[in-house]
Every structure is written in structure tokens, then in C-alpha cells.
């Protein structure tokens, strides 16, 4: 059974900075791509960013290229994802998640999903 846990959501001033950490567990990873999308209040949930498990390939949303960073730890089975210059629009709650083979902005085409943590900036 794999998990997907998060950490590090909170409450932050615009302009403010929180890293936010996902640890898997249950099975090991070797290929296939890591993920956080994130969910406002009646909105869909809409991608992030995503990296490789090779760590060769990223993308971002426009939304948050230049001030969100993804990075993964795969020996610890740990991604993580570095969001500064922060905006009350980036309020949501955030999602990582796991697609074992390739890579997609889909939320439909990933396989395991955290329960989420929520982040509110405010203005």
C-alpha cells in the first residue's frame, strides 16, 4: 500500500516563503514522475509543477514559474517543493502525487495522491 503523506503547509504573508515536504512509502520508485497540483476553493484542481524521477525534466504551471521550485530526494523517497514570493491567489490546498510511468499535467493520469496540506497566503 503506498502512502503519500505531506508537510509543511501553514499560513504565510504575501511575499513569504514554506516548503512543502512528501514522503512515500510502501513501495520503491524508479521511474515515472513526481507531482503537486493544488485545489482552491471551488475550483478544480489544477497542476503545479512536475520532475522526472531522474530528476532530468521539470515543468511548471505559468502561474508559479520563477517562484516555485520542485526538487526530490530519491534515496529518502522525498520530494519537495519551494515556493517563495508567494500570492493570496496561491491559496489551495496542495497535493503531491505520484505517476509511475512518464509524465503528465493530468490529474487523471496520476496514480497515488497525499491527503493534502493546506497553504493560505494572505495580502
Known amino acids: 500500500q503506498v502512502q503519500l503523506v505531506e508537510s509543511g503547509g501553514g499560513l504565510v504573508q504575501a511575499g513569504g516563503s514554506l516548503r512543502l515536504s512528501c514522503a512515500a512509502s510502501?513501495?520503491?520508485?524508479?521511474?515515472?514522475?513526481v507531482a503537486w497540483f493544488r485545489q482552491a476553493p471551488g475550483k478544480e484542481r489544477e497542476f503545479v509543477t512536475a520532475?522526472?524521477?531522474?530528476?532530468?525534466?521539470?515543468r511548471y504551471a505559468d502561474s508559479v514559474k520563477g517562484r516555485f521550485t520542485i526538487s526530490r530526494d530519491n534515496a529518502k523517497n522525498t520530494w519537495y517543493l519551494q515556493m517563495n514570493s508567494l500570492k493570496p491567489e496561491d491559496t489551495a490546498v496542495y497535493y503531491c502525487?505520484?505517476?509511475?510511468?512518464?509524465?503528465?499535467?493530468?490529474?487523471?493520469?496520476?496514480?497515488?495522491w497525499g491527503q493534502g496540506t493546506q497553504v493560505t497566503v494572505s495580502s
Open positions: 510502501g513501495r520503491t520508485f524508479s521511474s515515472g514522475s
Open positions: 502525487t505520484i505517476k509511475t510511468v512518464g509524465s503528465s499535467s493530468s490529474p487523471r493520469d496520476y496514480n497515488y
Open positions: 520532475i522526472t524521477w531522474s530528476g532530468i525534466s521539470t
